[in-house]
Antibody
Framework: QVQLVESGGGVVQPGRSLRLSCAAS????????MHWVRQAPGKGLEWVAV????????YYGDSVKGRFTISRDNSKNTLYLQMNSLRAEDTAVYYC?????????????WGQGTLVTVSS | DIQMTQSPSSLSASVGDRVTITCRAS??????LGWYQQKPGKAPKRLIY???SLQSGVPSRFSGSGSGTEFTLTISSLQPEDLATYYC?????????FGQGTRLEIK
């Protein structure tokens, strides 16, 4: 069955960097686009980024554009989110999610999430 | 960017009631919309894709409709386990955007 396991969350100071990972299994990773979605404490869902199946086409939410970078290693079935210049408002649970198709479609499987806390 | 306006933000209904949640897009998005259910402390779960297609394994009391700018999620007969927050998500153009969410309470 499809499994997505995020890791790399933790407490980080404002202005610092953090890299999240998402290990995928149970499906052919290269055939699917992959997303990051986040949820601040007590708030709604916010779409963060997507990478298409080949890792070439990438798109970002306005609040993270220029600071976050999504990437994937299809040889390792792993998705990444490099987060730079972190701010307090980036504090959230970060979910990785599988896209419904190689390029687009609403995410159909989600990980359990990893908590990132940006605080001094 | 496409804005998704979801309503109501919260609602309270009784077991057996018919419940309707609406999402309105700021511009036409064809049927490029999904609906999600999120229970407290859990990851979201997709209920509906392509505006009206039921995700495998999801009870048939859930249904979606709409196209263009107006979309609806309907629960035909509310059950206690439907206590959750519901979100719409458009993927017609990037950045994808969620609605603000609807918190559903059981009376």
């Amino acid at each position: 069955q499809v499994q997505l396991v995020e890791s790399g969350g933790g407490v980080v100071q404002p202005g610092r960097s953090l890299r999240l990972s998402c290990a995928a299994s149970g499906f052919t990773f290269i055939n699917y686009g992959m997303h990051w979605v986040r949820q601040a404490p007590g708030k709604g869902l916010e779409w963060v980024a997507v990478t298409w199946y080949d890792g070439v086409n990438k798109y970002y939410g306005d609040s993270v554009k220029g600071r976050f970078t999504i990437s994937r290693d299809n040889s390792k079935n792993t998705l990444y989110l490099q987060m730079n210049s972190l701010r307090a408002e980036d504090t959230a649970v970060y979910y990785c999610a599988r896209g419904a198709t190689a390029r687009s479609g609403t995410p159909d499987h989600w990980g359990q999430g990893t908590l990132v806390t940006v605080s001094s | 960017d496409i804005q998704m306006t979801q309503s109501p933000s919260s609602l309270s209904a009784s077991v057996g009631d018919r419940v309707t949640i609406t999402c309105r897009a700021s511009q036409g998005i064809r049927n490029d919309l999904g609906w999600y259910q999120q229970k407290p402390g859990k990851a979201p779960k997709r209920l509906i894709y392509a505006a009206s297609s039921l995700q495998s394994g999801v009870p048939s009391r859930f249904s979606g409709s709409g196209s263009g700018t107006e979309f609806t999620l309907t629960i035909s007969s509310l059950q206690p386990e439907d206590l959750a927050t519901y979100y719409c998500l458009q993927h017609n153009s990037y950045p994808s955007t969620f609605g603000q969410g609807t918190r559903l309470e059981i009376k």
